[in-house]
T-cell receptor, first 113, second 114 residues
């Protein structure tokens, strides 16, 4: 929704630069991680995912890195474009002890033309 | 194309009224979820369902109920709306496994309880 993200961490980058958005996750038993993009007034949109048996996965202009040792996830966006401006948040999932997905609060990305 | 829709997109109601938010998906997904999204919080799970006639409570289920009578729909009911339930509500679906799959989200319903 439009009001989500007013007090979120913000990353401002120049168009064409690379962006790196970080996320610390909480559950060491989480075995599936997803990055979502949310534009104002819209629902979250899947960007890329990674399972815990991997430490890197690449998509089109996006790369996700997973460091299980320090429970850290990052999203790298290459050649950032104005259309990339949105709130980005990570999610961690575990099926241990029942279904559970935890969503981070997100980071707002501003792309300056 | 398969999609997930929510209705209404905006709703204003009064404290104490019963409200039902609709969610309909044509992905033929087994799993459906309801979340609320508030300032300063990530998405918080209200209820979820792994299939027809299955419903489960999430972390913020008090004051909400769901029913799953078919694969496509998971309506969310606020039995007696409270101002604390003013929020943006998102429905999501995933499949075919239980839980560990990418969730696809609807456009959201903004609910205001006066």
């Amino acid at each position: 929704g439009e009001n989500v993200g007013l007090h979120l961490p913000t990353l401002s980058v120049q168009e064409g630069d690379n962006s790196i958005i970080n996320c610390a996750y909480s559950n060491s038993a989480s075995d599936y991680f997803i990055w979502y993009k949310q534009e104002s007034g819209k629902g979250p949109q899947f960007i890329i995912d990674i399972r815990s048996n991997m430490d890197k996965r690449q998509g089109q202009r996006v790369t996700v890195l997973l460091n299980k040792t320090v429970k850290h996830l990052s999203l790298q966006i290459a050649a950032t474009q104005p259309g990339d401006s949105a709130v980005y948040f990570c999610a961690e999932s575990s099926n241990t002890g029942g279904f559970k997905t935890i969503f981070g609060a997100g980071t707002r990305l501003f792309v300056k033309a | 194309d398969a999609e997930i829709t929510q209705s209404p997109r905006h709703k204003i109601t009064e404290t104490g009224r019963q409200v039902t938010l609709a969610c309909h998906q044509t992905w033929n997904h087994n799993n459906m979820f309801w979340y609320r999204q508030d300032l300063g919080h990530g998405l918080r799970l209200i209820h979820y369902s792994y299939g027809v006639q299955d419903t489960n409570k999430g972390e913020v289920s008090d004051g909400y109920s769901v029913s799953r009578s078919n694969t496509e729909d998971l309506p969310l009911t606020l039995e007696s709306a409270a101002s604390s339930q003013t929020s943006v509500y998102f429905c999501a679906s995933s499949g075919p496994g239980q839980g560990i799959d990418t969730q696809y989200f609807g456009p959201g319903t903004r609910l205001t309880v006066l």
